[in-house]
């Protein structure tokens, strides 16, 4: 499948039946140019970064045949359109654009103890590639390509070295990195990657480019 990525947490995968995008938040620029493209959205959380609620909202008033899968308290909001939007959580699978998609998981990391815990999942699409959204839970399934997020309030970068060393993927792509100077990316690479304190490779795919995975 051909990934693209897009700013901060947000990735689209495309393959010969059609295209997803996960985590069209309002931090990607382009993420209306994402979610257009594509036959679905699927969701990790409810956070702003991950999920633009007005920019959905309009997507599906324009176009019945989109379909986005999330938590409850993400397509919760759309009562009426019960038949676009699909409630997920862990042990559940979506047949989708062409995708066999897991989904695994059910809370967001701890950012406080102060800060309630919302719902997070993440997906296993074509048992290849996983977006955890803002979690290190570690999938009970073979990962080829992980999407490793590398800041944010609730990262830190030890944890990140053992969730990659717990998930045993093939390769990583860098994901959720907006809160990176470019120095602190290349370091981060460094660290968590081949070469570092882990035997895995890591990309950092630039914003607007595609690779295979």
């Known amino acids: 499948m051909q990934l693209t990525k897009y700013a901060h947490a947000c990735v689209s995968l495309a393959g010969d039946q059609g295209r997803i995008v996960i985590d069209p938040g309002t931090l990607t620029p382009d993420a209306a140019d994402a979610v257009a493209a594509a036959e679905a ?3 990790t959380h409810e956070h702003f970064d991950h999920f633009d609620e007005e920019l959905l909202a309009q997507a599906l ?7 986005v899968y999330g938590p409850e308290s993400v397509v919760g909001r759309w009562q009426a359109r019960r038949g676009q939007v699909t409630a997920v959580a862990a042990g559940d699978r979506i047949a989708v654009a062409g995708f066999d998609i897991g989904v695994f998981g059910e809370l967001h990391a701890m950012i406080h103890r102060d800060m309630p ?3 997070n999942v993440g997906y296993l699409v074509d048992e290849r590639v996983y977006h955890p ?5 570690v999938p009970d399934a073979p990962v ?3 999407l490793l997020p590398t800041s944010g309030p609730w990262a830190k970068l030890g944890e990140g070295v053992d ?6 993927p093939k390769q990583a792509v ?6 990176l100077s470019d120095l602190g990316q290349q370091m981060t690479r460094q660290m968590v990657g081949q070469g570092g304190l882990t035997d895995v490779p890591v990309t950092i795919v630039p914003i607007g480019e595609t690779i295979t995975v």
């Open 117 to 119: 815990r919302v719902a």
């Open 41 to 43: 959205v699927l969701i």
């Open 133 to 137: 959204g803002d979690a290190y839970h």
């Open 61 to 67: 008033q324009a176009r019945p045949e989109l379909r």
């Open 144 to 146: 080829e390509t992980l």
């Open 163 to 168: 969730y990659v060393r717990e998930v045993a």
């Open 174 to 179: 860098q994901i959720h990195e907006l809160l």
